[in-house]
């Protein structure tokens, strides 16, 4: 009689817990950073051998991003139901079936993302008695990486652009400052777009005309990341520094240009004269031993006259040639 005693305390027992069948949160809020896993769970009043057949667990999430619910596991009458299971949780989502036993339900997610921050619904029915609760999933993806880029758009008026580029989440602000007044914040363009992983993805692009080498930074910054912001650090060192554009350098170099094309010019005019007088003086030569062999042959007769052939000169035009 003593030894059946523990076996009726114990049924007793169970009856008063689906009696008052509440289901708790194992804890409200979760934090995930992107790419990592993540369980979240809930408790049930359970035997010490609950019959699992008279189980069924449901895990729902309603995203901030999409108000449509989608379904992320099912257990239904102790066994696993994948069959309308969301496709963004398709091999993804789990449920730890050894905490069944211990009255609780932990769905696990592997790698997870940014679209799976939000709500999710855990609803447990058990010998005819249901209860659900909500816990929050938080994903955070810090923005490690800055991609940057430095373009001087304008070299005559010393305009920089300066570009930083970054993926993350939730949505990131980006701040400019001076490193000697980081009172003062400087006024950028930053825009954004989402990626198919659900990430954003900032660039901020700041136009500035320094007047001094200095220090500008861009700082990515979410109070939801829990942590440090993101930096980056440029020095800049204006181009009028290094090299000097005023205008009057810029007419001094042109000028000398102008004179070496004029000194080329004069050079090879020079060069065409001699080579012209040169030409003449020998067409001049050529010509008076070509008359005297006209006066030495004037006995030919005038057939054999006309083989001979005659060229004339005009010294002239050589003289016009000559300077």
Same mark, same amino acid.
């Given at each position: 009689?003593?030894?059946?005693?523990?076996?009726?305390?114990?049924?007793?027992?169970?009856?008063?817990?689906?009696?008052?069948?509440?289901?708790?949160?194992?804890?409200?809020?979760?934090?995930?950073?992107?790419?990592?896993?993540?369980?979240?769970?809930?408790?049930?009043?359970?035997?010490?051998?609950?019959?699992?057949?008279?189980?069924?667990?449901?895990?729902?999430?309603?995203?901030?991003?999409?108000?449509?619910?989608?379904?992320?596991?099912k257990l239904h009458k102790g066994e696993e139901d994948l069959k309308t299971q969301h496709n963004d949780y398709r091999g993804r989502a789990t449920l730890l079936h050894d905490q069944l036993k211990l009255g609780q339900s932990v769905l696990q997610i592997i790698n997870v993302k940014p679209m799976d921050a939000g709500k999710y619904l855990c609803l447990i029915q058990y010998q005819r008695r249901s209860d659900y609760k909500y816990v929050t999933l938080n994903v955070t993806a810090s923005y490690k990486k800055i991609n940057f880029q430095?373009?001087?758009?304008?070299?005559?008026?010393?305009?920089?652009?300066? !570009?930083?580029?970054?993926?993350?989440?939730? %949505?990131? &602000? @980006?701040?400019?400052?001076?490193?000697?007044?980081? #009172?003062?914040?400087?006024?950028?363009?930053? !825009?954004?777009?989402?990626?198919?992983?659900? %990430?954003? &993805? @900032?660039?901020?692009?700041?136009?500035?005309?320094? #007047?001094?080498?200095?220090?500008?930074s861009c700082i990515f910054w979410n109070e939801e990341l829990k942590g440090e912001p993101s930096v980056h650090i440029f020095m800049i060192v204006p181009k009028k520094n290094l090299f000097p554009t005023s205008g009057s350098n810029s007419l001094f170099i042109l000028s000398i240009c102008v004179i070496l094309v004029f000194l080329a010019v004069v050079i090879s005019l020079i060069r065409m004269r001699k080579s012209c007088a040169n030409l003449c003086v020998k067409k001049d030569k050529r010509g008076k031993h070509q008359h005297l062999r006209t006066k030495e042959n004037s006995d030919l007769n005038p057939q054999a006259e006309d083989l001979i052939p005659m060229k004339v000169t005009d010294s002239k035009v050589c003289e016009s040639a000559v300077p």
């Open positions: 009689m003593l030894q059946a005693l523990p076996i009726v305390i114990l049924a007793g027992q169970c009856h008063l817990v689906t009696a008052l069948f509440t289901v708790e949160v194992l804890q409200p809020l979760y934090i995930a950073e992107h790419g990592s896993n993540v369980t979240m769970g809930c408790r049930f009043p359970a035997c010490s051998h609950p019959d699992f057949a008279d189980l069924n667990i449901f895990w729902e999430q309603k995203s901030p991003m999409n108000q449509k619910a989608k379904e992320v596991y430095q373009v001087m758009s304008n070299p005559e008026e010393n305009e920089f652009i300066l !570009t930083c580029q970054s993926e993350g989440f939730p %949505l990131a &602000n @980006v701040f400019w400052y001076i490193q000697k007044n980081l #009172n003062v914040t400087l006024p950028a363009n930053t !825009t954004y777009t989402l990626t198919t992983d659900g %990430l954003y &993805n @900032v660039t901020s692009i700041l136009r500035f005309k320094p #007047n001094t080498s200095e220090n500008y």
